[in-house]
């Protein structure tokens, strides 16, 4: 299964979570860079359990470059697809995390979650000399915050069925509750680490961000993040990618639903992605928003309906619906709150 994007719109520019991102991105160049000498640079920079209980292995390394290891192991990856799955996650669920945490505490919050995964990985293979790199253990506690802040949002997700693209929406407890009993069967056939995957890190990771996620939520606010959240709020664009699920008003072969823009959107006009679920047959469509457009229009899709018995394709019919998600001045605490509940 192959996450697209979630259905939950963030509020807040996701500052934190985009330079997360960045900052990976960087660092894979600064490893690729080093050619022949990647293999040390990994050892120095990786989490390598052996480091911290054999001596002899010890000795190869400062003080500073062993215990530097337990954060920058997050930030190193294996190959261009190890990268851009873990990246590609982060996108998808860090910005609502982010949105609910705020940036600093989103921040220490994605920051201890790697720590603790790579201590989980740590005391069950205390004698490994197998560097363990990789970001997964970080957004596997940025999944596990995801899972208990927002169940119900649901995630389209691509499920590759030979030579076909599934679309379909699953909700977001299914989708994280199944990839976290899948990292607990990995282990359980796997033996671990043997695998070449530290899967306790990712199971690690998941739980900590489940239970550190009531810990953070009982912190006040700064001013210093309050001002960051006022700085960062989105006001004019709404989730380009927009999935409906169209319905009929008669027998016919027409389709009805709505498309939701925002004020800034309407009066400049814009682009859309819209998402048909139809089965196998899941189409995505771009349609073109025109500037002007007022609260009410309909746009009129032609044969974008419903198939009839004598072979006619039916219109879909989307009514624009213009709304500011956002109101002046809301910096989120009301997210915040509903954390300590």
């Known amino acids: 299964m192959i996450p697209i994007r979630d259905t939950v719109p963030s509020r807040n520019y ?38 911290f209980t054999i001596p002899q292995i010890a000795a190869h390394f400062t003080a500073g470059q062993i215990v530097f290891s337990l954060f920058s192991f997050m930030f190193l990856h294996g190959s261009f697809l190890h990268i851009l799955g873990n990246m ?96 607990v069967f990995n282990v359980a056939i796997g033996g671990g680490a043997m695998s070449g995957i530290a899967w306790w890190a990712h199971i690690g990771g998941f739980i900590f961000g489940i239970f550190a996620l009531k810990a953070l939520g009982a912190f006040p606010e700064t001013r210093f993040s309050d001002a960051i959240k006022r700085a960062s709020m989105k006001k004019k664009r709404s989730p380009r990618l927009q999935v409906i699920q169209p319905s009929m008003r008669s027998q016919g072969a027409d389709l009805y639903d709505t498309v939701r823009v925002t004020p800034y959107e309407a009066a400049a006009g814009t682009i859309k992605m819209i998402n048909l679920p139809w089965g196998f047959y899941n189409r995505f469509y771009r349609i073109n928003i025109p500037p002007g457009i007022k609260d009410g229009n309909i746009l009129r899709l032609k044969e974008l309906g419903k198939q009839s018995p004598d072979g006619r394709r039916g219109d879909l019919y989307l009514t624009v619906k213009i709304e500011q998600p956002w109101k002046k001045g809301d910096t989120g605490r009301s997210g915040r709150r509903l954390l300590r509940e």
């Not at 490893?31 to 640079?41: A, I, R």
Request: charged share 5%; hydrophobic share 55%.
């Open 14 to 51: 996701p500052i934190v979570n985009n330079t997360l991102i960045g900052i990976n991105i960087v660092v894979y160049l600064i490893q690729l860079s080093h050619g022949q000498g990647m293999t040390k640079f990994v050892y120095t920079y990786g989490l390598v359990p052996a480091k």
């Open 88 to 183: 590609w996650s982060l996108y998808i669920f860090g910005d609502n995390v982010e949105d609910r945490l705020g940036s600093v505490y989103y921040l220490v919050f994605y920051l201890l979650s790697g720590l603790v995964s790579g201590l989980f990985h740590f005391f069950l293979n205390m004698h490994s000399t197998i560097p363990t790199i990789g970001a997964s253990g970080a957004i596997a506690g940025v999944m596990g915050a995801y899972f208990i802040l927002y169940p119900h949002s649901r995630i389209l997700t691509l499920i590759p069925i030979f030579i076909f693209p599934w679309f379909i929406e699953i909700p977001a407890f299914f989708f994280l509750g199944l990839w976290f009993f899948m990292q």
